[in-house]
């Protein structure tokens, strides 16, 4: 057994970080946390700072978790060789949901209510974890060697993903390894915990609207950017706040990032042409299988879209765009192997009896954007 002292370590202070900038008006929110310092495991230590989303800048409050970038630093304080199990941006940060265990707290101590998510893909929903950790890379880390990952909490769906109301919040990560998995067995498994990190959210904008029930859920949205006026080139990004209006619990299946089966309906809004009504082409998708107590919400992603002068595309389709002005979505999210969980009743039986169960479409509120030819401006 390798003895490792408990290391109280700043990590701004590392070489990666020490240029970064604090973002304007957070320079004065305390938080780090020294209290609860990093617990190295097995000869690794793991410390996490976090930035503003897309920004090279520190930060310490978010409108929600999805616009945080979450920055890990593992390092080898033992004298063997590590070998360490990381994803990256090029598989979308898939595997890592899988090895970080991202714990959260009220600033009072008290556990954040979290609705129930696990990952696997749409062949395999409740038994492919191994799918999605078998094209994350390794690597070593020799004596003091060093591994860093900047890591949008959009990417980690069963945290970008939940939805928390304005107050401040304290985060601590364990980094797992591959734990039980068959794949990468000569990797490093453990429990090396981060020091912990105060951050505070202000909240999301409102939904601009609110679709009906559908299979006891709802759907509202919210537009980046929130004007909706953009020029030929930019991408209007839809999220989308699924809400569980019954009494019982539902689960449902969703498509990790954007569904390929979703269907997206644009129309020129000035002729009420439709241009292009679209389902995505099917294949290999990552899915998040979410258990959303009554009232409880999730924030689902869509594709994005984008105008050119000539085309506008949707995720992986598109179509021959009508010119500037105004279009109107109209997005109807996938949704797979929906149940609801009435009380009294195994979750196993309901997910034998077809009768309980249900696939399809929840209809989204349609929202307008406007296109400008810069060119004309």
């Known amino acids: 057994m390798i003895a ?13 970080a020490a240029s970064a900038q604090v973002a304007p008006g957070t320079e004065a929110f305390d938080y780090a946390v020294t209290s609860a310092p990093a617990k190295p495991d097995g000869g690794l230590a793991l410390w996490i700072d976090m930035h503003a989303r897309d920004r090279e800048v520190r930060c310490g409050s978010f409108a929600t978790l ?8 593992l390092e080898n ?53 191994d799918d999605l950790l078998w094209p994350a890379p390794t690597e070593r880390l020799g004596h003091a060697g060093h591994a860093f990952r900047r890591v949008p909490l959009a990417q980690l769906t069963n ?3 939940l939805v928390l109301d304005p107050g401040i919040y304290r985060m601590r990560v364990t980094y797992t390894g591959a734990a039980d998995r068959s794949i990468a067995a000569s990797t490093w498994r453990g429990a090396a915990k981060s020091q912990e990190l105060r951050f505070r959210i202000t909240g999301a904008p409102e939904p601009l609207a609110w679709s ?7 759907a509202g949205v919210v537009v980046d950017p929130p004007q909706r006026r953009l020029f030929f080139g930019e991408s209007v ?8 209006v019954t009494e019982a619990p539902i689960q449902f299946l969703r498509a990790i990032g954007s569904s390929q089966e979703d269907d997206v309906a644009v129309v020129h809004a000035e002729s009420g042409n439709l241009v292009r009504s679209m389902t995505m082409s099917t294949g290999w998708e990552a899915t998040a299988r979410w258990t959303l107590p009554p009232g409880g919400r999730v924030w689902i992603d869509a594709a994005p879209m984008q105008l050119s002068a000539s085309k506008f ?10 010119g500037p002005g105004r279009y109107e979505l109209r997005y109807s999210l996938s949704l797979r192997d929906g149940r609801v969980l009435p009380a009294g009743v195994a979750a196993a039986e309901v997910a034998r009896d077809p009768a309980r169960r249900w696939n399809g479409q929840l209809v989204a509120p349609p929202f307008t954007v406007e296109y400008l030819d810069r060119a004309a401006k």
């Open 159 to 161: 945290v970008g993903g």
């Open 4 to 16: 490792v002292a408990i290391v109280v370590f700043c990590f701004a202070a590392a070489p990666e």
């Open 77 to 129: 304080t033992g004298g063997a060789d590590l070998h360490v199990l990381l994803d990256g941006a090029v598989h979308r940060f898939m595997g890592l949901a899988l090895v970080l265990d991202v714990e959260l707290t009220h600033d009072d101590g008290r556990a954040v209510a979290r609705p129930g998510c696990s990952l696997g893909n749409n062949f395999s929903p409740d038994d492919a974890a």
């Open 66 to 73: 999805a616009d945080a970038t979450l920055d890990l630093r």
């Open 313 to 322: 595309i949707v995720g992986n389709a598109g179509g021959d765009a009508v």
């Open 212 to 218: 009906e029930p559908q299979d006891g859920l709802c």
């Open 237 to 244: 990004r839809p999220r989308f706040l699924v809400e569980n």
